[in-house]
Structures are given as structure tokens and as C-alpha cells.
């Protein structure tokens, strides 16, 4: 399995005409808001503060570089749903996430990220069938698996599986970034993604 020895912020891009022109290969994360993209970032690669990640939606508005082990980048994308900011502003993220998922050549798989707790919005499920319609490999991961007891785990699982339409093959990983459960799942996965 891949043992993170070196983890260092690359940049952040406002821009797709910015991001680095190299062949290093990349695994983005996509999922709402506040879900814990940046938080998951730092517990996968054990540094607690590489990835800003605040209590206050909406932190990442940029697209975000970090070089794993001098290999690949980890790609940390604005979340969306995010309410308060203009419309305009938001027609433009979405337009750079969906330019940078579509068209990037070095990106060779998506982890999305949905609230263990919550039932997925409507854009969950858009973006979860776009990644498909796209064949992007994709690894879902169950969020703030700390917050709700392990008896309620499995309804509250089955129902994000019902909601997305998974296919009972479909993984979908429990993950907590207080206790570290998920990281060598998380891991071996993105392994088998750069391997694919
Ligand atoms: N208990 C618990 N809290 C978490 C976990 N993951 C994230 N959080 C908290 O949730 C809040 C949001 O986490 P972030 O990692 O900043 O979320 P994000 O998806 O990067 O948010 P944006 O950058 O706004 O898109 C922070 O207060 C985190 O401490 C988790 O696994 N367990
Ligand atoms: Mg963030």
C-alpha cells in the first residue's frame, strides 16, 4: 500500500488555463461543502493542517494542488452547494469543476465525499451521475462516520446507497477524519486508481 512520506501544497488555481502543465497524475475530491473534503485530505496523508478545513462552509474556493510523495497530486475542488455566494460566482465554479473533471487528462479518479449523516441533495446525485456519464472511476466515501452510532450506521448508509441508485457491487466507504477509520481503504483505492 502507499505509504505517504511527503506531502507539500503545490498552489491554488482560479484558473484551468493555470493548473500545472505536468504529467503527475492526479485524484480529485468533489462533494458539498463543509462535507470534509479538505479534512479527509490531511488525515490521508497524517499532516494536520496541509488542507485549510474550517467549520464555516465554503473555505475552498480554489482548486488545490498538493504533490504526494514527489508522485501525484491530490486535487482539492471548492465544494458545491455552497449558498452564500453570488450567482455568477457560481456559474463560474461550476464551470472550472466541470472543465477540470471533463477535460483533465492527468485526473485518474474522483473520491466523493457524502455526510454519513444526511440524505444526498440533489446535487450529489447530479454529480455522482455526471462522474459516471463521463466514465470517471469514482470512489465514494461516507463522511463523519464518528458522528452517529454504529447501530445506526448501516440505515443511514443504505440510505445514501438507495438515494445515488448503487448497484449492491458499488463500495461505499465509511470514513472518519477524528478517528482515522477509512484511511488505509482509502489508500489501497487510490492505488488501485494511479495503477488503472
Ligand atoms: N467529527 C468530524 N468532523 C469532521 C470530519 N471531517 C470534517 N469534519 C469537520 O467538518 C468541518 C468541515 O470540514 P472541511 O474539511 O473544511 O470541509 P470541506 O469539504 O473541505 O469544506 P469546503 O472547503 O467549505 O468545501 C470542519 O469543522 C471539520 O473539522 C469527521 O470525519 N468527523
Ligand atoms: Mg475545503
Partial sequence: MIKVKKAEFKGS?????????????????????????????NKVVNRK???????TPGKTRTINFYMINDSWYFVDLPGYGFARVSKTERLKWNRMIEGYLS?????????????????PTENDVLM????????????????????????????HLN???????????DILLPFSAATGEGVGEILAAIEELLEF
Fill in 49 to 55: 493542517n496541509l488542507a485549510k478545513s474550517s467549520s
Fill in 13 to 41: 488555481f482560479v484558473d484551468l488555463k493555470q493548473l500545472p502543465d505536468e504529467d503527475n497524475l492526479e485524484i480529485a475530491l468533489v462533494g458539498r461543502s463543509n462535507v470534509g473534503k479538505s479534512s479527509l485530505i
Fill in 103 to 119: 477535460k483533465r487528462k492527468q485526473l485518474k479518479g474522483v473520491i466523493q465525499l457524502l455526510d454519513i449523516r444526511h440524505v
Fill in 128 to 155: 455522482k451521475d455526471w462522474l459516471l456519464h463521463y466514465e470517471i472511476p469514482l470512489l465514494l466515501v461516507a463522511t463523519k462516520a464518528d458522528k452517529i452510532s454504529k447501530g445506526a450506521r448501516q440505515k
Fill in 159 to 169: 440510505q445514501i446507497r438507495k438515494a445515488l441508485d448503487l448497484e449492491p457491487e
